[in-house]
């Protein structure tokens, strides 16, 4: 990722600050298929933010790793950890994704929620547990038009189609898709 585009991120997030204590809700893309998400085992949260999913998540049950490029983005998302009492369960690092995915071991739940890199689809399946679950939510041009970083219709579904789709819907300029692994 450029410089400038790093700075951009940095500057969005510090003008936003922390999320807030105590406020901790499942991802808008995903709150009504909460019960397809697993509660317990290893997440990885890619470009994960503030970490308010990440920490959701721990929340839930699962260990938990959240990466972005974001360096105030992760001091933000392990403040909140440490808000919520739950840092022993989130481990949060800077990662320029444009290197790809971070190395790790294999997870029971990939988040994606609002990025899109298709350069990285191919590791995040490959990442996965048998019968993990992959989420994911991306700016969609349907409902909403062409634009920069949208996804084209059923961009996701050619994407993903060799997993069990769960779910998967696009409307209102978001798609999203969850699907699991083979296990």
Same mark, same amino acid.
Do not use: Q
């Given at each position: 990722?450029?410089?400038?585009?790093?700075?951009?991120?940095?500057?969005?997030? $510090?003008?936003?600050?922390?999320?807030? %204590?105590?406020? &901790? /809700?499942?991802?808008?893309?995903?709150?009504?298929? !909460? =019960? +397809?998400?697993?509660?317990?085992?290893?997440?990885?949260?890619?470009?994960?933010?503030?970490?308010?999913?990440?920490?959701?998540?721990?929340?839930?049950?699962?260990?938990?790793?959240?990466?972005?490029?974001?360096?105030?983005?992760?001091?933000f998302?392990?403040?909140?950890?440490?808000?919520?009492?739950? $840092?022993?369960?989130?481990?949060f690092? %800077?990662?320029? &994704? /444009?290197?790809?995915?971070?190395?790790?071991?294999? !997870? =029971? +739940?990939?988040?994606?929620?609002?990025?899109?890199?298709?350069?990285?689809?191919?590791a995040?399946?490959?990442?996965?547990?048998?019968?993990?679950?992959?989420?994911?939510?991306?700016?969609?041009?349907?409902?909403?038009?062409?634009?920069?970083?949208?996804?084209?219709?059923?961009e996701?579904?050619?994407?993903?189609?060799d997993?069990?789709?769960?779910?998967?819907?696009?409307?209102?300029?978001?798609?999203?898709?969850?699907?699991?692994?083979?296990?």
């Amino acid at each position: 990722m450029s410089a400038a585009d790093r700075d951009h991120w940095d500057r969005r997030y $510090a003008d936003g600050g922390m999320a807030p %204590v105590g406020e &901790l /809700d499942p991802p808008p893309a995903f709150a009504e298929f !909460v =019960d +397809l998400l697993p509660s317990s085992g290893s997440a990885l949260d890619v470009a994960c933010g503030r970490g308010r999913s990440t920490v959701w998540l721990a929340r839930r049950g699962l260990d938990t790793r959240g990466v972005d490029v974001s360096p105030i983005a992760i001091g933000f998302a392990r403040n909140l950890a440490e808000a919520e009492g739950l $840092a022993e369960r989130c481990r949060f690092d %800077v990662v320029d &994704l /444009d290197g790809g995915l971070p190395d790790g071991p294999p !997870v =029971d +739940l990939i988040l994606c929620h609002l990025f899109r890199d298709p350069r990285l689809d191919g590791a995040m399946k490959a990442r996965l547990t048998p019968g993990g679950v992959l989420a994911v939510a991306v700016l969609s041009e349907v409902g909403a038009g062409p634009g920069r970083f949208r996804a084209p219709p059923g961009e996701l579904c050619a994407a993903f189609g060799d997993l069990e789709l769960l779910a998967h819907e696009e409307s209102d300029g978001i798609a999203r898709l969850l699907g699991r692994a083979d296990g």
